[in-house]
């Protein structure tokens, strides 16, 4: 069953169980997350209940995919940029504004028991304002949400390094499952992606016991 809102963002909520492997082949954690490798518009991987997600435009592709790795009992997560990104010449002084897209995908509330695995999967999609310093080598934005979406957005606070990005992104979500009912949280990934003078792609992944989180965000 899913829910949508639709305001600044969109916001879809589905749960997702599978058994697991059991056993001593059971992964130490219960969820991982990772940069993947795009093929065509979705991420090359081979999950059950697998949900990929993808958004395009002339700078490049980003994609992400979540779901269970039934052997290893372990909820996974995969972000990636397509290859051929077009971000343009390498700017090393001044400031920029990069008007970006952005998904994300959240499954929270894992749980692993000796025979399942399960989570509460939250798709994100939105709009945010990236501004770029290249002297003090910082790309920082908010999209703050609204309260009739339970100010669910992104928070970017990365770093520029020539044309590289790193830092961190921030997923700020409020839903409701079946499963769980009313949860919210924060979960934060690790960036990595491209900037330059047309435009800047990055996408963000990583992980707790319990959550699980992957996006991208692409701007010109």
Not at 190 to 219: C, H, K, R, S, Y
Request: contains cysteine.
């Amino acid at each position: 069953m899913s829910h949508k809102v639709k305001m600044a963002s969109c916001l879809a909520v589905i749960s997702l169980a599978a058994c697991s492997g059991g056993g001593s082949n059971l992964a130490a954690s219960p969820t991982a997350s990772g940069i993947g490798t795009v093929s065509g518009t979705s991420i090359d991987v081979n999950l059950s209940d697998e949900g990929n997600r993808s958004i395009s435009t002339p700078v490049g592709r980003v994609a992400i995919a979540t779901g269970i790795d039934q052997g290893a009992g372990q909820v996974q997560g995969f972000a990636g940029i397509a290859p051929g990104a077009s971000v343009g010449a390498e700017v090393t002084n001044g400031n920029a504004t990069y008007n970006s897209n952005y998904i994300y995908t959240v499954v929270d509330n894992v749980v692993r028991t000796d025979s399942t695995v399960s989570g509460d999967r939250v798709d994100v999609s939105g709009n945010i304002t990236l501004n770029a310093d290249f002297d003090g080598g910082t790309l920082t934005g908010n999209d703050p949400g609204t309260i009739l979406n339970g100010n669910t957005g992104l928070s970017v606070n990365a770093t520029i390094d020539g044309s590289n990005l790193g830092g961190t992104a921030t997923a700020n979500y409020s839903a409701f499952s079946i499963r769980s009912g009313n949860f919210s949280g924060s979960a934060t990934g690790a960036v990595t992606g491209q900037i330059g003078a047309d435009g800047v792609i990055g996408v963000f992944e990583g992980n707790d016991p319990n959550t699980v989180v992957v996006g991208g965000f692409i701007g010109s």
